[in-house]
């Protein structure tokens, strides 16, 4: 199983950023819709992002859209999130996750079979 390796989290501030990338080498995803998802303690998983294996086409939730942006560069086999004006509720361990099927509900967690050990992201008020 391929596996996904997130990076790029850490300490904020409230109305800062960050920058996530998920590597997943050897190109195994890059035809696949990929996501991101976070879950904060004492909270299900919730879906921050998602993007289809050409780029074109993105989902976000609700507090992720105007904040968030999802990107790929299939050359480097690499996911991206980018998070603006980050606000301390955003505080969460933020997971990458493949499936492997091509066509799935990309908000939905149980439709993704490779999840990334997880980035923590904490912003301070």
């Known amino acids: 199983q391929v596996q996904l390796v997130e990076s790029g989290g850490g300490l904020v501030q409230a109305g800062g950023s960050l920058r996530l990338s998920c590597a997943a080498p050897g190109g195994r995803y890059n035809r696949y819709i990929m996501a991101w998802f976070r879950q904060a303690p004492g909270v299900g998983r919730e879906f921050v992002a998602a993007i289809t294996g050409d780029g074109r086409t993105t989902w976000y939730g609700n507090f992720a859209r105007g904040r968030f942006t999802i990107s790929r560069d299939n050359a480097r086999d690499t996911l991206f999130l980018e998070m603006k004006n980050l606000k301390p509720e955003d505080t969460a361990i933020y997971y990458c996750?493949?499936?492997?099927?091509?066509?799935?509900?990309?908000?939905?967690?149980?439709?993704?079979?490779?999840w990334g050990q997880g980035t923590q992201v904490t912003v301070a008020s």
């Open positions: 996750a493949a499936p492997t099927r091509l066509q799935i509900v990309p908000t939905s967690s149980g439709q993704y079979d490779t």
